[in-house]
């Protein structure tokens, strides 16, 4: 039982480059959600999703792309890579949609964009 | 809408003093509320969470929480702080009702021996 597995764990794009971080939950989770975290700022939500096939916008998702085909994955994409988009992204996921449950965090994936 | 606030960016103890970690809430019903830790270069992990019922929670490595409705308030706290215990702490508030939970900006906790 793996839990929450984020790939890469970093990563450097130049301006301009898109890419997918990949995000992907053994725990058969309905909820799956990404966050970036930059200092003094805490955790800001990107994109969600409730279940499979079914996702949403969080505080900050201009310049980022999700989908959700399976119940497993919840990659996120970066369409044309800024340099305020360097920062630390987090996936969450939780077996509750509600918001009962807890949530387990992968172990980041560091992003600079030069 | 629902928010959070950590009113402390940094809060430091003495090992063996008690600790409290403060935390605010506004939502506009009854909130669920949840502490999570960070660890340098880690994923926040889960410590503790109030949903409903007994206003005093207790949650992994010795930490417990009380919900105060009056005050809005979810502050965490150990009888006895340990250096192990030095980490990013985060609160986090969910509107049943919403969608999608809310994050503090964190508390950066630093136990000296």
């Known amino acids: 039982n793996a839990g929450v597995t984020q790939t890469p764990k970093f990563q450097v794009l130049k301006t301009g480059q898109s890419m997918t971080l990949q995000c992907a939950q053994d725990?058969?989770?309905?909820?799956m959600s990404w966050y970036r975290q930059d200092p003094g700022m805490g955790l800001r939500l990107i994109h969600y999703s409730v279940g499979a096939g079914i996702t949403d916008q969080g505080e900050v998702p201009n310049g980022y792309n999700v989908s959700r085909s399976t119940t497993e994955d919840f990659p996120l994409r970066l369409l044309s890579a800024a340099p305020s988009q360097t920062s630390v992204y987090f996936c969450a996921s939780s077996y509750s949609r509600t918001g009962i449950a807890e949530a387990f965090f992968g172990q980041g994936t560091r992003l600079t964009v030069v | 809408a629902q928010s959070v606030a950590q009113p402390e960016d940094q809060v430091n103890v003495a090992e063996g003093n008690p600790l409290t970690v403060k935390c605010t809430y506004s939502?506009?019903?009854?909130?669920?509320l949840f502490w999570y830790v960070q660890y340098p270069n880690r994923g926040l992990q889960f410590l503790l969470k109030?949903?409903?019922?007994?206003?005093l929670v207790k949650g992994s490595y010795g930490f417990e929480a009380e919900f105060n409705k009056s005050q809005t308030s979810f502050h965490l706290k150990k009888p006895s702080a340990l250096v192990s215990d030095s980490a990013l702490y985060f609160c986090?508030?969910?509107?049943?009702?919403?969608?999608?939970?809310?994050f503090g900006d964190g508390t950066t906790l630093t136990v000296k021996p």
């Open positions: 986090a508030v969910r509107d049943p009702n919403a969608g999608k939970s809310t």
């Open positions: 109030y949903i409903t019922g007994d206003n």
């Open positions: 939502v506009s019903g009854n909130p669920y």
């Open positions: 725990m058969n989770h309905e909820y």
